[in-house]
């Protein structure tokens, strides 16, 4: 994956964690728990994207968030509320 054009997007719930991979398409799955994490983040390490966007959900997020600031990794979190289209 080319540093430069490589992005990952995360879904956060309450049990998984949904990684989306940008341009390649790549999807995958991961436990929101502390070994799910840690497979995480070695894989967003392996493939060094120029940035990782992660869904704010309330506090669901913060064990990912901080795994991955220990990282050095460049990591957005976003209120996907804020962005979202609501209809009227």
Do not use: H, W
């Given at each position: 994956?080319?540093?430069?054009?490589?992005?990952?997007?995360?879904?956060?719930?309450?049990?998984?964690?949904?990684?989306?991979?940008?341009?390649?398409?790549?999807?995958?799955?991961?436990?929101?728990?502390?070994?799910?994490?840690?497979?995480?983040v070695?894989?967003?390490?392996?493939?060094?994207?120029?940035?990782?966007?992660?869904?704010?959900?309330?506090?669901?997020?913060k064990?990912?968030?901080?795994?991955?600031?220990?990282?050095?990794?460049?990591?957005?979190?976003?209120?996907?509320?804020?962005?979202?289209?609501?209809?009227?």
């Open positions: 994956m080319n540093k430069e054009d490589a992005f990952a997007g995360i879904n956060v719930s309450k049990s998984c964690l949904d990684l989306g991979l940008n341009p390649t398409g790549q999807f995958e799955r991961f436990s929101n728990d502390e070994s799910g994490i840690a497979n995480l070695a894989l967003l390490e392996q493939l060094g994207p120029a940035l990782i966007v992660v869904e704010a959900t309330g506090g669901l997020e064990l990912l968030v901080a795994a991955l600031r220990v990282t050095g990794l460049p990591i957005a979190v976003v209120n996907v509320r804020r962005y979202a289209t609501l209809p009227k």
